[in-house]
Every structure is written in C-alpha cells, then in structure tokens.
C-alpha cells in the first residue's frame, strides 16, 4: 500500500521559514517525479515546486527565489523550504509523487500571518 506522510506544516509570521517533508513508502514502481502543489481557499491547487529523478526543478513564479524542493532518492522523500513565507503563501500543501501512476498526500495546513 502507497503511503505519502507529510510534515512541516503550521503557522509561521510573513518573513519567516518552514520546511515541509514528505516521505513516501509501498510504491514499486519507479518514481519519476516528485513536487509540491498547494491549494488556497476559493483557489484551484496550483504546482508550487517539481524535481525529477534526475534532479532538475522547476517553480512557479510566484516562489521562485524563496522555496527550494530538494529529494533523498535512498529514502523516497520529498522536501519544501520555503523562506521569505507571504500571507499569500497560505494554502494547504500537497505532496505528489509520480510513478505510471499519480499519488497524492493527505495535504498539510500553511498559514501565515502578517
């Protein structure tokens, strides 16, 4: 059984740091990709950070210069620091990880405060 468990999350003032972490257990097939996505209230869930298994990333405009996704292949983990956090940056943030098929994290709460 696939199990993406994600970390990090919670409630944090405007300028300040966290860093999320997802690990991911039970998937036999190759992984391809891994990222972040995040979903705001009335907001569709947007990509926030991809890496692929070769190590090359990509980031949405609004957090480039200020998150960087990074990945431990031996333990299938996924990480998000994010610095310079906005009010904007609210959103609950999902892990996905993609093998031949697509899995998704049960999403961890970011807030922050201005």
């Known amino acids: 059984q696939v199990r993406l468990v994600e970390s990090g999350g919670g409630l944090v003032q405007a300028g300040g740091s966290l860093r999320l972490s997802c690990a991911a257990s039970?998937?036999?097939?190759?992984?391809?990709?891994m990222g972040w996505y995040r979903q705001g209230t009335g907001n569709q869930r947007e990509l926030v950070a991809g890496?692929?298994?070769?190590?090359?990333?990509s980031y949405a405009d609004s957090v480039k210069g200020r998150f960087t996704i990074s990945r431990d292949n031996a333990k299938n983990t996924v990480y998000l620091q994010m610095n310079s956090l906005k009010p904007e940056d609210t959103a609950v943030y999902y892990c996905?990880?993609?093998?031949?098929?697509?899995?998704w994290g049960q999403g961890t709460q970011v807030t922050v405060s201005s």
């Open positions: 039970g998937i036999t097939f190759g992984i391809n990709a």
């Open positions: 996905n990880v993609a093998t031949r098929y697509n899995y």
């Open positions: 890496i692929t298994s070769g190590g090359r990333t």
